[in-house]
Nanobody, 121 residues
Framework: QVQLAESGGGLVQPGGSLRLSCAAS????????MGWYRQAPGKQRELVAT???????NYADSVKGRCTISRDDAKNTVYLQMNNLKPEDTAVYYC???????????????WGQGTQVTVAS
């Protein structure tokens, strides 16, 4: 059984910062890429940032220069540092990990339960 547990969401004023964390636990053989997605009310879920094995990263244009994704492989944890937050960043943020569970062969995607980020004055 594999679980992803997110933390760090909340209410912040425009221009503020938040740091999201997501820890993967359970029977994990290997984690490949990890990332963050978000879904605002009435909109489709969209990619925010991804970090691959080896450390290369990919960001949505809307967050480039304001967000930094990082990972700690020893802790199976991915982080998203978000700075200069804007009201349009308000959404539920979901952690994603593409991994191979213990005893498995194929990589599959796992999702966290989501954490709310609200940017408002």
């Amino acid at each position: 059984q594999v679980q992803l547990a997110e933390s760090g969401g909340g209410l912040v004023q425009p221009g503020g910062s938040l740091r999201l964390s997501c820890a993967a636990s359970g029977s994990i053989s290997r984690i490949n890429d990890m990332g963050w997605y978000r879904q605002a009310p009435g909109k489709q879920r969209e990619l925010v940032a991804t970090i691959f094995t080896g450390g290369s990263t990919n960001y949505a244009d809307s967050v480039k220069g304001r967000c930094t994704i990082s990972r700690d492989d020893a802790k199976n944890t991915v982080y998203l540092q978000m700075n200069n937050l804007k009201p349009e960043d308000t959404a539920v943020y979901y952690c994603n990990a593409n991994l191979i569970p213990t005893g498995g062969i194929l990589r599959r995607a796992y999702w966290g339960q989501g954490t709310q980020v609200t940017v408002a004055s």
